[in-house]
Nanobody, 124 residues
Framework: QVRLVESGGGLVQAGGSLRLSCAAS????????MAWFRQAPGQEREFVAA????????RYADSVKGRFTVSGDNAKNTVYLQMNSLKPEDTTVYYC?????????????????WGQGTQVTVSS
């Protein structure tokens, strides 16, 4: 019943932009921390960005800071990841996740809910 569904992935040239969406259903996530992760084949899941509904506080991985922006729409129970100045190394599957923890964490095991992922491919 509780579900996170990502969308908005696709193919884009280097330097281009994409906007990912994460639609949450089955419960309210207003008191949760929402985050984006990414994972390439054979690699560990990597933290990308996170946001809290309460204060709108955001956190970013150094690799995407200044290029990506995470935001949320409480009324729509949806989180977004605006990705600008995309690089080929950004190519991978992106996942939406949620955790009730107040303190920020980049550890995937701390997140209780996960989407199925959306593919982002950046060509050079």
């Amino acid at each position: 019943q509780v579900r996170l569904v990502e969308s908005g992935g696709g193919l884009v040239q280097a330097g281009g932009s994409l906007r990912l969406s994460c639609a949450a259903s089955g419960r309210s996530f207003s008191r949760y921390r929402m985050a984006w992760f990414r994972q390439a084949p054979g690699q560990e899941r990597e933290f990308v960005a996170a946001i809290t509904w309460s204060g709108g506080s955001t956190r970013y991985a150094d690799s995407v800071k200044g290029r990506f922006t995470v935001s949320g729409d409480n009324a729509k129970n949806t989180v977004y990841l605006q990705m600008n100045s995309l690089k080929p190394e950004d190519t991978t599957v992106y996942y939406c996740a949620a955790t009730p923890r107040v303190t920020f964490t980049a550890t995937p095991n701390a997140y209780d809910y996960w989407g199925q992922g959306t593919q982002v491919t950046v060509s050079s």
